[in-house]
């Protein structure tokens, strides 16, 4: 069964103090890994596929990147706006449904 | 464009309703997923359509839970006996026939009393 663990659950920080959130995954055969930002009381908002060991893409202060059993989402110098709930989910090979992780509640202070 | 709209954002109910959740996929998006997270725990497939046909259905809890999807269109996901347990905040995604990114609903928050 596939299954995605995220850590930390919780993470604050002070604005400008970059960090990095841990996605592991155990998957048949990855087709895709997927990050997601949910705010309160809206739905995952896409932000990154990756699809193959060593792949990295970057958006703004995220830039993620991924290995055989993980993936990181670094966050450089974030904002206030960074405050998010971000989300990991992997997509099999051969199948259309995401399994995703529970989440990383991020706090970025001024 | 229009993004993926889920109606209604909350419904409140009591056990042993009826309750039919609505989704509007992105206009031509033939894959339409319907997910549900329940409190504390992680977002939870339940199943997905390709235009009109059921292709997996395999996280649906039980035969209380019925998805439709009219004509490949909009979706509904019809709770009937609605139970406790049932509560949670339900999403609808879609995505294009070729590509595997799925963009989500804000969700329904479905409260059973």
């Known amino acids: 069964e596939d299954q995605v663990t995220q850590s930390p659950e919780a993470l604050r920080l002070q604005e400008g103090e970059s960090s990095s959130l841990n996605c592991s995954y155990t998957?048949?055969?990855?087709?895709?890994l997927f990050w997601y930002r949910q705010d309160p009381g809206k739905g995952p908002e896409f932000l990154f596929t990756l699809y193959s060991a060593g792949e990295e893409k970057e958006k703004e202060r995220l830039k993620a990147t991924l290995t055989k059993k993980e993936s990181f989402l670094h966050i450089t110098a974030p904002k206030p706006e960074d405050s998010a709930t971000y989300l990991c989910a992997v997509l099999p090979g051969g199948g259309n449904k995401l399994t995703f992780g529970t989440g990383t509640q991020l706090k970025v202070e001024l | 464009e229009a993004g993926v709209t889920q109606f209604p954002s909350h419904s409140v109910i009591e056990k042993g309703q009826t309750v039919t959740l609505r989704c509007d996929p992105i206009s031509g998006h033939d894959n339409l997923y319907w997910y549900r997270r329940v409190m504390g725990k992680e977002i939870k497939f339940l199943l997905h359509f390709v235009k009109e046909s059921k292709q997996d259905e395999s996280g649906m809890p039980n035969n209380r839970f019925l998805a439709e999807r009219t004509g490949g269109t909009y979706s509904t996901l019809k709770v009937q006996p609605a139970e406790l347990e049932d509560s949670g905040v339900y999403f609808c995604a879609s995505s294009p026939r070729t590509r595997d990114i799925q963009y989500f609903g804000a969700g329904t928050r479905l409260s059973v009393l």
């Open positions: 998957v048949s055969g990855l087709r895709g």
